[in-house]
């Protein structure tokens, strides 16, 4: 993996591809001893003591990160029987007839301190509208520019013949303001943590844990590491799981939900870290969901506090894009010159013709 630091000298010219150079104090993510008491042995209200001091690591790691960029590589394994009964696939529908092995890369530019955010994805999923249903693999970027937000479905593998698709919303959109389970794992390496997955807010990039919202459980071991499982959530019945490296700085080794309303999919999340220019940097993580689908990513590039042009979080219009507006109500294709050409959903056809 490249180092988390690169040198000193930042390009004039900024491209997602070129590596950028960033200034970090030495102190980021210090680590200091977790207390003992004369024979060495915690306090009896230590599980407390150690909430504290999860909750000050995550929040002091978060401050510190003013920019973030992520690169990642990796594969996606969607198994056999996937999507048996599910109900937006055709009724009597048995899942996917073999397992399906994809090759999957992510791309995260985050600007914390102007709640802009973008995501270049591929990745595989299941089109359930097909008959019958098959894998497609997804080339798209959401990008946040701080007033809207922009889904840019750049294409949907060779087999699937249609224009590039470019929708526009709001950010108060229920669905396309909020960042899925993709980004969780980036988000909990810099101490941004919320109490679901997939729950975090394009306008609320940062997060705001209060102390009641963190529960001591018990100690633990992952991966030969002493851990600590700790809960977020003052929900009773949905909530998550933590288990948490607290020797150092508080990393989240593994996290997953639990949500006892309804009966989603669980997400389970295993991270792994490298240690690099005077920082914890994440090198991997692996999501598992309770049905098999199993996505795991190796950590290429990540740059702390690097200047990220905002012009990379806004997406504008092309020749050739179906545009869907929810702001303004509009669907219209951009012409060869520009022009809005309106389109009819019901009939996907130019209006007039």
Not at 181 to 195: E, F, I, K, M, R
Not at 217 to 243: K, N, P, Q
Not at 288 to 296: A, F
Request: charged share 25%; aromatic share 10%.
């Amino acid at each position: 993996m490249r180092d988390c630091l690169g040198s000193s000298n930042t390009p004039r010219s900024w491209t997602p591809s070129v590596p950028i150079g960033v200034i970090v104090s030495l102190s980021l993510f210090a680590v200091p001893a977790l207390p003992t008491y004369g024979d060495g042995q915690q306090k009896p209200d230590a599980g407390q003591e150690i909430i504290d001091r999860i909750r000050r690591d995550w929040a002091d790691r978060s401050s510190r990160v003013k920019t973030l960029t992520v690169r990642a590589t990796g594969t996606d394994l969607v198994k056999m029987g996937s999507f048996k009964d599910d109900p937006d696939a055709a009724p009597g529908y048995e899942g996917l007839p073999c397992d399906h092995f994809s090759r999957t890369s992510e791309e995260f530019l985050v600007d914390y301190s102007r709640s802009l955010f973008r995501r270049t994805t591929s990745m595989p999923y299941v089109d359930l509208t097909a008959t019958p249903p098959a894998v497609r693999q997804l080339d798209a970027v959401w990008a946040f520019d701080g007033k809207h937000v922009f889904f840019h479905e750049r294409s949907v593998d060779k087999r699937t013949k249609k224009e590039p698709e470019l929708t526009i919303a709001s950010s108060t959109d229920p669905f396309y303001g909020s960042l899925d389970v993709n980004y969780d794992p980036v988000a909990w390496s810099v101490g941004n943590v919320t109490t679901m997955v997939g729950t975090t807010r394009v306008t609320q990039l940062r997060a705001n844990l209060q102390l009641l919202d963190l529960r001591y459980l018990h100690e633990t071991v992952v991966d030969g590491r002493t851990a600590h499982r700790i809960r977020v959530g003052r929900d009773d019945l949905s909530f998550m799981l933590f288990d948490v490296d607290v020797e150092r700085g508080s990393l989240i080794l593994r996290g997953w939900s639990v949500d006892l309303r309804s009966n989603c999919i669980p997400t389970d999340i295993r991270l792994k870290y490298t240690y690099s220019n005077n920082m914890w940097c994440l090198k991997k993580w692996t999501s598992t969901t309770s049905d098999g689908r199993v996505r795991s990513l190796v950590v290429t590039d990540f740059v702390v506090n690097a200047p990220i042009p905002a012009k990379v979080f806004h997406i504008d219009p092309q020749p050739g894009m179906m545009v869907s507006d929810l702001v303004r109500r509009s669907y219209y294709q951009v012409g060869k010159n520009g022009e809005r050409i309106p389109y009819s959903r019901t009939s996907g056809k130019p209006i007039g013709k």
